[in-house]
């Protein structure tokens, strides 16, 4: 993932994946996906599936102080 929020897909191209929840990144990534790649879709007769989890948390606090 970049700084900006997005993540590179092969095909696919930028996915911007900041601030989603795990459910919304599942609804965008087989929504992008299934335009690239015929196989991806929901349901028992999908060919291809895919999972997403989360293997590392980090949030950087950035404070602003005028002088």
């Known amino acids: 993932m ?31 996906l299934g335009r690239a790649y015929s196989g991806v879709t929901r349901g028992p007769g999908s060919k291809i599936r895919f999972t997403v989890s989360v293997a590392n948390v980090r949030v950087n606090q950035v404070y602003w102080r005028e002088r």
């Open 2 to 32: 970049t700084r900006e929020g997005f993540v590179l897909i092969p095909q696919v191209g930028q996915v911007y994946v900041a601030n989603l929840t795990l459910d919304q990144l599942r609804d965008v990534l087989y929504s992008r």
